[in-house]
Structures are given as C-alpha cells and as structure tokens.
C-alpha cells in the first residue's frame, strides 16, 4: 500500500493544503472550549452582559473560520485522492493489458475487474478520509489533552489514562481487522466471479433448467461471505461501545473529581465545563477515528492487492527487432515445438514443425482439443511455446517487438467480440487510418456487405454491447472484415466460420484468395470443407501432428484426416 502512495505525488500541494486546513479548523475548535469557560467565569458569574455579547460574537466568528476551513479541506482533499484514484487505475489498466494470457488465465478476469472497481474504491475512500481525519483526530485529541494540562495537571492526567487505554483497543482491533478484511476481498472476488458466470450464461442456464440449481450455488457463496463480513463486522463494531463506554466514564471520573475541586475552590465553574468540553471533543474525535481506522483497515487491505497487481509483471520479454516488410522467404516456420499449459502434466501440443510462405493457405483440422487453438495462438505470441523455436521471417519470434510482429497479423478468435459503438468503429481497430473505400472492401471480401447495408446509418449504425444485436453469423463475418481491414501479412481464422453456411464459407475462402496483398492465410476449422482447397492442411489429434500435405495426399496417407473427411462426407467421396 505504501507504495501506492506515490501517485499523489504529483498533487502534492493538494495532499498538503487538505489535512493543513483541518488542522487551521481543529486549532480553532480547541479555542471554543477557552472561550464558554470565560463566558461563566467573567461574564455569567458577574452578570456581565457586554461581555457575553462580545465573546458569543467571537464562538460564532470561529464557527465561521472553522466551516470555511473545513468546506477547503475537503475540496483538496478530494481533489487529491480522486487523482490518485485516476492514476493508479490508469497504470493498472495498461498493466493489465500488457499481461500475458498465461497471467491472466491464472489470476481470473474476476480478480482483475475487482482490482478495478471494488478494491480501487475502497483505497480512493481511504485516502479521501485519511486526508481529512488521519491528522485532525490524534490533533485535537493530543490538543485537548495538552488544554487540560494548562487548566489543571491533576484533571488533565485522567485525560492521558483515558487516551492510553483507548489506543490500545483502537490499534488492537485495526491489527487484528486487515488480515479478516483481505478474506472477506478474496472471497468477494469468488462470488463477483460466479454472478459474472451466470449473467454471461443464462441463457444456457434456462434452457437446461438449471436455475434453482444456480441460485442455490449462489446462495451458499453469498452466505459464506456475508458470515465472513458479519463476523468481522462484529468485532470491528465493538470499537464504538467501546470507546463510548471508556470516554463516559472518564467523563463520570472527571465530572465528580472536578465537582469536589469547585466546592474547594481549586478549579472554577467555567473551568470544569471547559474539561468536559475537551473530554466530548476527544469523544468525537476518537469515534471518528474507529471509523477511519476500519475504513483505513479495509483501503490498506485492498491497497495491498492491488499493488500485487501492479507488479505483476508481463512473463514475455520482447526482443529490439523491427519487421522486414520485403522479405520474400517463408513468414513462419515452427521447429518442433511444444506447448503446455500452466500446471498441466502432458504437454497441449508435442513435436510441431512445418513452415509457410507468403500467399500460402495453411489449414489446421482435428477434432475438439486437439491443440488447432493452441498452436495458432502461438504465432501472435498469445503464449509462448515451452520448448522448441517459432521463426517470423527467418528470426526467432522472441526478438522482435511486440509491435512489430502484432501489426502484421490479423486474428479472428473463435468467439466472435464486437464492441460498443459504431459498425466503422469496430472495423478500424486495426487500421484507425482506413478509409470507408477500404472498410467496404473488407466487408466485401468477408462476404458482410448485406449486412451493414440492412442497417440503418450502414457504417454509422450502432454496435450494442457485446454485438447483441447481430446474429452469431454476422458478428462472425463483421470481425473477419475488422481483421481484412488492417490488410495483414498473416490472417488467422480460428474456427471462425463455424457460423456460417456453406455457400458463404466457400465464397469467403475464395475472396481472401484474390486479395491482392496475398496474405499467408491459417484457417482452423473442425470441417473438412473449410480446409480441403488450402495448399497446406496440419491434422492434429491430441496435440500431435498426425498428418501434413494436400488435401489428396492426406486422404492417401493419413489415417485421422481420412476419418474426419468421410465422417462428413460418406466413403469414396473426393470433393467437397
């Protein structure tokens, strides 16, 4: 957490003028207390009405100084920490975003989106709170303590027990309170994470009728952390009784101690009032700091995860290597390459070697986790290979920048991803300099030009979110056109024409063939239709490469492939 603490280090002026008007606003507080003991002492007890007047004069002048104080206070004070809270999830983000899909398969989109929202909220609170209180409490706390020595030692030294023992429970319960807090944080990262599952699958949840099922999983998660948080909110919420409890009777020792000084002679009337002025401005002040303490307790908690998320560093080092754009030999050459997951025991690909040149087409066939996403995903360098070596252009992949291999490649994931705003908005993702000429070219290509065409505004129409007011097929064909408009050296389709009919598929392959960047085009497909024309085909079956070549030579010589083809096809067919 204490790291964290260096964004506010370019409000520093802010950071500092917050907490000193508090305690311009405190110091005139203590006066208060000063002024009603003089009030009783030279004016009600000598019925001096000219000076009640002028002194009542002078409370609501400091009333005034004090609010003004207080109202600048907390404008720098949140001034301050809504910038901390603006700079720290900036760098957060862009972290995020640099992290490998390794990292961020193994730290969940749940905790990362915690990170962002609820933990960030929680620090920001903190640091608004801790500029305003963190200073002013122990101030007028230590500051009415110091008046009371000045009004009398002996009254005063209850003030310093009394300040003693509540230090002891204040700290004692914010010590025992930040490890609970960072259980009741981590467990609400499990529940976010099951409602995110549920909202994102509930349409498969009711067409299998699984609802009372989900709820009844979500009800034990939920009521797991809502004992967790009620048990740590029992022990954080003795810290008021407490001190109300401690405060009140110091307020009792005081009052009766000070009582026998009247009838004595040794303190005044107006003195003892001001005492117990001093001892309800330690109370106030010390119930505000329990609540700052938890608050502070919680933002530290949080604070602390989030400052592991930003030193979570990316596990891919990039190399200094810019693209060659004339190069003419083969784009991507793998060396019997391996892949594993994580803490998987058997590799997800084993062996893999081929290359491909300039205009190729390469596809990759084999049935559901065979490895086809696995190997694909290792040519952007989504993850990298475990062992073996992946060749762009002739060199290690690992020494190029990440800009330049990435701006050469254009991805279709199988879950086709539009994203909020316009239709020309999500297709010059890849190309923010790409005119509408070029835009309707790709659509053309990637067969989407009907498409946009039915909608209102065309290019202009409207994105909802998460593209839900596109069929799966159109989303489908739309992400092919983002990817076609950036005019790639690499086009990577992976399995992303599973929507599509038959016709369209086979027109789309035909297009991205006439392009006349002639693109090295990877097509990943479960059919053999989608493949059976490319001038490459990768069979795979449990990570290994079973066959490679044509698709004629591969019904000849390889087993896995011959089964996959006339399992769609029937027996003795050649042509799809």
């Avoid at 070029?438 to 979110?465: F, H, I």
């Amino acid at each position: 957490m204490k790291k964290l603490l260096r964004y506010l280090s370019e409000y520093k002026l802010e950071a500092f003028l917050g907490p000193l008007f508090k305690l311009l606003e405190a110091s005139f507080e203590l006066i208060v207390p000063l002024v009603v003991a003089a009030i009783i002492d030279n004016g009600i007890v000598r019925s001096d009405k000219p000076y009640i007047f002028k002194m009542s004069l002078v409370l609501v002048l400091l009333a005034l100084v004090g609010f003004t104080c207080s109202v600048i206070a907390q404008y720098f004070a949140a001034k301050a920490a809504t910038h901390f809270a603006k700079g720290v999830k900036r760098d957060l983000f862009a972290n995020i975003q640099e992290l490998s899909y390794e990292q961020i398969d193994r730290l969940g989109t749940t905790t990362l989106i915690t990170r962002m929202t609820s933990d960030m909220n929680q620090v920001q609170q903190g640091i608004n709170l801790s500029l305003r209180l963190l200073l002013r409490s122990p101030f007028v706390v230590f500051g009415a303590m110091v008046m009371a020595f000045t009004i009398d030692f002996g009254q005063a030294m209850i003030f310093l027990v009394t300040i003693v023992i509540l230090s002891i429970v204040v700290f004692g319960i914010m010590l025992w309170g930040i490890p609970r807090y960072k259980q009741v944080q981590a467990m609400l990262d499990k529940v976010l994470g099951l409602t995110r599952e549920n909202l994102s699958g509930v349409r498969v949840i009711r067409a299998f009728g699984r609802e009372e099922d989900e709820v009844s999983a979500f009800k034990q998660q939920n009521d797991a952390l809502t004992k967790l948080q009620e048990y740590v909110g029992r022990i954080s919420s003795l810290m008021n009784p407490l001190t109300y409890v401690i405060l009140n009777f110091a307020v009792i020792v005081l009052l009766y101690t000070g009582a026998s000084k009247v009838n004595t002679g040794a303190l005044t009337t107006g003195s003892v009032v001001a005492l117990y002025n001093y001892m309800s401005q330690i109370l106030v002040e010390l119930i505000k700091l329990a609540s700052l303490i938890i608050t502070i307790t919680r933002a530290v908690a949080c604070g602390n995860r989030i400052q592991l998320m930003l030193e979570e560093k990316p596990s891919m080092a990039y190399g200094d290597l810019d693209n060659d754009l004339d190069y003419n030999g083969e784009l991507i050459s793998f060396e019997n390459v391996c892949m594993r997951y994580g803490d998987d025991i058997e590799d997800s690909l084993s062996g893999v070697s081929f290359s491909a040149k300039k205009g190729e087409s390469v596809g990759i066939i084999g049935g559901t986790g065979s490895g086809k996403t696995t190997l694909i995903n290792l040519i952007p360098r989504f993850y990298d290979a475990t062992s073996g070596t992946i060749r762009f252009k002739g060199k290690n992949i690992k020494d190029y920048k990440k800009e330049a291999v990435l701006s050469t490649i254009g991805v279709v994931p199988q879950k086709a991803a539009l994203f909020k705003g316009s239709i020309r908005d999500n297709l010059k993702w890849g190309n923010y300099n790409a005119t509408d000429d070029e835009l309707w070219d790709a659509l053309k290509t990637a067969q989407a030009v009907e498409v946009v065409k039915e909608k209102k505004g065309e290019l202009d129409a409207q994105v909802t979110q998460g593209g839900r007011n596109f069929s799966g097929g159109q989303k489908q064909r739309l992400t092919i056109a983002r990817a076609l408009a950036k005019k790639p050296e690499i086009l990577i389709l992976d399995d992303s024409s599973s929507a599509l009919d038959n016709m369209t598929d086979k027109n789309l392959r035909e297009a991205i063939k006439t392009l006349p960047y002639e693109p090295l085009t990877f097509i990943v497909s479960q059919r053999a239709s989608s493949v059976i024309s490319c001038d490459k085909i990768i069979v795979l079956d449990d990570g290994e490469v079973m066959g490679m070549g044509t698709h004629d030579e591969l019904l000849k010589n390889c087993e896995t492939y011959r089964e996959i083809y006339e399992s769609q096809f029937g027996e003795g067919k050649k042509d799809a």
